[in-house]
């Protein structure tokens, strides 16, 4: 089964050799991910939204299941298993959630801990909610829990390792502390019992070195699409 291989891609890492999971923004960039060798891909919930004219997190449900089953079909010739970023869930129920999940063709899902407007969630309520996201998918989803301290101002390194204690614990295969200081990451895998998913960033550590730190996956979030999107400027301003 395609998630049981992408669980597998996150087992025994060498130090300094992450998961490194390419975010595309549709279709068309997952071919060139899928095209360059990649053995999975990550959606970023941003860079979806910015392809498709919204503003990260006011992306509609619909939409984002679209967007995530036209890269999964964009892909499934080379085999290659897609993880979909759904925020926080759009407040559907976790049945609903995991039924709309699969059906799109993704085979892991990232939730968030906290909503664009009400901020940090009761963590106690959050886990169990993702106790019920598991119960709902079995072993069918691979869960990603993202744990938004940081990315809410709240840079303190034992609330983020108490939530996300408390989300594996509720059947997390995974944990994500996004925009986690590097220096944060040895704390963080030693005192959490699940692959840590690092942010790589522009100026920040490479993905070898945020894997000597800790992370077992990383991700760019709209990062690539940025990328792709200035080369896109300096082709308009040369055309112009």
Partial sequence: MAVTAFRNLHLDRAPGDPLILPGPWDAASARVFAEAGFPALATPSAGIAESLGHADGSTPADEMFAAVARITRAVSAFGIPVSADLESGYGLPARELVDRAL????????????????????????????????????????????????????????????????????????????????????????????????????????????????????TFGPGLLRRAMGVVGEMARGLR
């Fill in 103 to 218: 059906e799109s063709g993704a085979v892991g899902v990232n939730l968030e801990d906290s909503g664009p407007i009400s901020g940090l969630k009761d963590p106690a309520r959050h886990a169990g909610w993702l106790a019920e996201v598991r119960a709902a998918a079995g072993d069918a989803l691979f869960v990603n829990a993202r744990v938004d301290t940081y990315v809410r101002g709240v840079p303190d390194v034992d609330e983020t390792i108490r939530r996300a204690r408390l989300y594996v614990e509720a059947g997390a295969d995974a944990v994500y502390p996004i925009l986690c200081p590097p220096d944060h990451l040895p704390t963080l895998s030693a005192s959490v019992p699940a692959p840590l998913n690092a942010l790589a960033l522009p100026d920040g550590p490479p993905p070898p070195e945020l894997s000597r730190l800790g992370a077992t996956r990383v």
